[in-house]
């Protein structure tokens, strides 16, 4: 039962234009959510994160919004340049009680920035 | 970056033998986990430490053991090697601080034949 899902495998996008990368979660219990970047051979690379008690975080090009009700985030990266060309893996975790940000990772959506 | 070295890198075994991946932090964090990455699944948690010698089962920890005699120093081992145990490996710590992302090492691929 995936409690984290990509539903995209992949995009492909121009160079400066907008990348949006979709994220749906089941487990309402669920209250920190992270975007994480991965590049061939290397490991994934924390990128930007959202607590559930915000509805939007900004980081230079990186915008990730949270939709609670639908159980939804997304990732914006504008503009998107070809170094942006990754595995993009949402993660979120849920406070149990114990500070172990043990998270659940989706499957990934390979972005493809074309020149 | 953060200090994390996993060894090795590469592996090809034979169902049946017993391997041993480690993980190696300078960080001087809490907490370390492994994960395994595969197609379809994305990053799954196999065994996570809280501390040394604390440790805990993650989602899909049937197979594999782990010990933490050392903060900087986590070992996976796999007991005997199957072929469904074929996959990429990921290390990763924090601080154990609240909504403290991980960071991960750069991997393990394990093939085993």
């Known amino acids: 039962d995936q409690q984290v899902k990509q539903n995209s495998p992949s995009l492909s996008v121009q160079e400066g234009r907008i990348s949006i990368l979709n994220c749906d979660y089941t487990?309402?219990?669920?209250?920190?959510f992270l975007w994480y970047k991965k590049y061939p051979a290397e490991g994934p690379t924390f990128l930007i994160s959202?607590?559930?008690?915000?509805d939007k975080n900004e980081d230079g090009r990186f915008t990730v919004f949270l939709n609670k009700s639908a159980k939804h985030l997304s990732l914006h990266i504008v503009p998107s340049q070809p170094g942006d060309s990754a595995v993009y893996f949402c993660?979120?975790?849920?406070?149990?009680?114990?500070?172990?940000?043990?998270?659940?990772f989706g499957t990934g959506t390979l972005l493809a920035v074309q020149p | 970056d953060a200090g994390i070295t996993q060894s090795p890198r590469h592996k090809v075994t034979e169902t049946g033998t017993p391997v041993t991946l480690r993980c190696h932090q300078t960080?001087?964090?809490?907490?370390m986990y492994w994960y395994r990455q595969d197609p379809g699944h994305g990053l799954r948690l196999i065994h996570y430490?809280?501390?040394?010698?604390?440790?805990d089962k993650g989602e899909v920890s049937d197979g594999y053991s782990v010990s933490r005699s050392k903060t900087e120093d986590f070992l996976l081992t796999l007991e005997s090697a199957t072929s469904s145990q074929t996959s990429v490996y990921f290390c990763?710590?924090?601080?154990?601080?609240?909504?403290?992302?991980?960071?991960f090492g750069n991997g393990t691929r394990l093939t085993v034949t």
């Open positions: 959202i607590s559930s008690i915000k």
């Open positions: 430490s809280y501390g040394v010698k604390d440790t």
């Open positions: 487990n309402s219990m669920f209250d920190y």
């Open positions: 993660a979120a975790s849920a406070d149990y009680g114990g500070a172990t940000n043990k998270l659940i």
């Open positions: 990763a710590i924090n601080t154990g601080l609240e909504n403290s992302p991980l960071h």
């Open positions: 960080e001087n964090h809490r907490y």
